[in-house]
């Protein structure tokens, strides 16, 4: 469990492929405090420690998520967005966040709106998926690449955030340009109204 509050970027050192798994070791500023089989997401993908070694870690992600996320695109010397998991009584300053990704999006633009930042980012529309709670709400909560963040003026393939200053410059938001595909978990509360508004007809 997470709350999209990126605790820091690490940088790719390291990509191996091992049959359809892909190995990636990564540098980041608490690397030396993690500990094999831990939790820790990535661009909002949930994934576990495998070795450690000084600031540097070691992960693997299968198939399934390097075909549902943008993990399969990294490169050496790309920057992630990680989190470790949320401890018992912590505050829980974003919104509940589970690391599994729901698709990918693509930013279509970015805008400077004097001193904060505008992205807008669109989605393939899924009806089948949306009628089980896989979309945006005006003032709802969303994870872009594993951070909270509120959802402005969605509709039915898109959406738009702010990034204030200090999230531009302390997350990868500030990689992300038009064309950037980025991760999306929806907030697992509307998955859950869904479901009930399924059951009860």
């Not at 359809?20 to 831990?38: I, R």
């Not at 070691?58 to 998991?85: I, P, Y």
């Not at 004097?114 to 899924?126: A, N, P, R, V």
């Not at 909270?148 to 959406?159: A, N």
């Amino acid at each position: 469990m997470f709350s999209g509050i990126v605790e820091g970027i690490a940088v790719v050192t390291a990509i191996e492929k091992d049959r359809s798994n892909v190995n990636l070791t990564l540098s980041c500023p608490f690397g030396h405090e993690l500990e094999p089989s831990q939790s820790l997401a990535h661009n909002g993908v949930c994934l576990t420690v495998t070795h450690v070694e000084g600031d540097k870690y070691t992960t693997t992600a299968m198939k399934e998520t390097l075909d549902r996320s943008n993990l399969g695109d990294l490169q050496v010397g790309d920057k992630v967005n990680v989190e470790r998991s949320m401890p018992v009584g912590g505050r829980l300053d974003g919104h509940i966040v589970q690391g599994h990704v729901d698709i990918t999006a693509v930013c279509t633009a970015v805008e400077n709106a004097e001193g904060s930042f505008t992205y807008t980012f669109s989605y393939q529309l899924d009806k089948e998926m949306a009628s089980h709670g896989y979309f945006t709400v005006d003032k709802g909560s969303v994870t872009v690449n594993g951070v909270s963040l509120t959802v402005c003026s969605p509709t039915d393939d898109s959406f738009q955030v702010n990034i204030i200053p200090y999230t531009y410059e302390h997350t990868n938001f500030h990689t992300i340009v038009k064309g950037t595909k980025v991760n999306i978990e929806f907030d697992i509360l509307g998955k859950f109204i869904a479901r009930l508004q399924h059951f009860n007809g």
